[in-house]
């Protein structure tokens, strides 16, 4: 039985976080684990926070799933501590021939520019190098770039910035977020760019649209699909995910494959 880990935060509506991304190894008849680095949760007002693990937990998370398995894939999400970028650096150095994904998620608060840069840098330094698939989006894209990503040529140079921080491949999740009728991502790979395009969907279920499409692409490396039918077959699955996702009473949703594993 193949294994996945993944490292990442908790989200309580499970749209996107490990949550998402243990749905999507079991949909492809992965099995999935998980060492968690924060904790989401609505505080008394109704808005979203997160509460940070403790590093010391989070490292004997992953020694404790060093000891017991190997692995085949590791995904990584969002770390939300300086303190856990190390934690996890070290952690993958134990491991080789494996696909590593990053999805370089920022969730401090824009006002906080220090910790935010501090944070950035770090992973560009410590994990970057690392990666063989990063995949921002384009709000993650345009910080790590230092400029608007908000066309497809600002895409293209962009994930050929990334690639020269250290990331071997890197897939831009512009999805809805580019004028015209098609949901557009691009991988550059060191040597071409490639172009992913589906028509838009209206659906308002797209929570976890990205951490999904990582967690598939992630399965399917580790199913031993070459790298661009792998995002291309992740999209395919993140559009039906989207369709078939699960509203919430704020009128938000998040994204659900029904269930329905990936032949």
């Known amino acids: 039985m193949q294994k996945i880990l993944t490292i990442g935060g908790s989200d309580p509506f499970a749209g996107g976080g490990i949550q998402s991304d243990l749905k999507t190894f079991e949909n492809h008849h992965i099995f ?88 950035m840098q770090k992973m560009i330094q410590e994990l970057f190098p690392l990666a063989d698939v990063l995949t921002p989006n384009l709000k993650e894209a345009a910080l790590l770039y230092s400029q608007p990503v908000n066309t497809f040529v600002q895409m293209v140079d962009c994930a050929k910035y990334l690639h020269s921080l250290g990331a071997k491949n ?24 490639i ?39 992740s999209k395919a699955f993140v559009y039906d995910c989207i369709l078939n996702g699960v509203m919430m009473k704020d009128q938000t949703g998040s994204v659900w494959s029904q269930g329905k594993g990936v032949e």
Request: hydrophobic share 45%; glycine share 8%; with cysteine.
């Open 32 to 119: 999935g684990m998980s060492a968690l680095t924060c904790i989401g949760m609505l505080d008394s007002d109704g808005a979203f926070i997160l509460e940070t693990i403790p590093a010391e937990w989070l490292a004997k998370q992953l020694d404790s799933i060093k000891q017991m398995t190997d692995l085949d894939g590791i995904k990584i999400g969002l770390l939300h501590s300086i303190e856990a970028i190390d934690i996890v650096r070290d952690f993958l150095t134990h491991f080789e021939d494996l696909p590593i994904v990053i999805d370089p998620v920022f969730a401090f608060k824009e006002t906080n520019d220090t910790l935010n840069q501090a944070y």
């Open 170 to 193: 890197v897939v831009i999740k512009g999805g809805t977020g580019i004028i015209g009728d098609e949901a557009l991502d691009v991988l550059f790979n060191g040597k071409e760019s």
């Open 195 to 233: 172009t992913f395009r589906r028509e838009k969907l209206e659906q308002q279920t797209v929570n976890g649209a990205g951490c999904t499409f990582a967690s598939a692409i992630t399965a399917n490396l580790v199913l031993g699909y070459p790298l661009t039918e792998a995002v291309a077959r």
